[in-house]
């Protein structure tokens, strides 16, 4: 089992920056593809970032793209999530999650393993 524990939300003013951090326990994720997902108030999960087991290869929403970046350390069992330029539509619960076979892919359902999530909330 891995378990997965998110980091570094709280309230930021509009163009502020925060960088969130995921760290897994349990299991070693160097092999699995590590993505962020968020939630907004009112609204489904979407898709945020993922990046694949070596770092390499990453993909971002278009909402996201050019302002945040997702990168890993697989000697932490960390990920992290750096968000620049916030705006208020980013107000969301960020999640971390996991996938172990390592598709790399948008789709919620290919990831296994879960955070508890961690509220970002972006002031205008």
């Known amino acids: 089992q891995v378990q997965l524990v998110e980091y570094g939300g709280g309230l930021v003013q509009a163009g502020g920056s925060l960088r969130l951090s995921c760290a897994a326990s349990?299991?070693?994720?160097?092999?699995?593809?590590m993505g962020w997902f968020r939630q907004p108030p009112g609204k489904e999960r979407e898709f945020v970032s993922v990046?694949?087991?070596?770092?390499?290869?990453?993909d971002y929403a278009d909402s996201v793209k050019g302002r945040f970046t997702i990168s890993r350390d697989n000697a932490k069992n960390t990920v992290y999530l750096q968000m620049s330029g916030l705006k208020s539509e980013d107000t969301a619960v960020y999640y971390c999650?996991?996938?172990?076979?390592?598709?790399?892919?948008?789709?919620?359902?290919?990831?296994?393993?879960w955070g508890q999530g961690t509220q970002v909330t972006v002031s205008s």
């Open positions: 990046i694949d087991w070596t770092g390499d290869k990453t």
């Open positions: 999650a996991a996938d172990s076979l390592a598709l790399g892919r948008r789709t919620l359902l290919d990831y296994d393993y």
């Open positions: 349990g299991r070693t994720v160097s092999y699995y593809s």
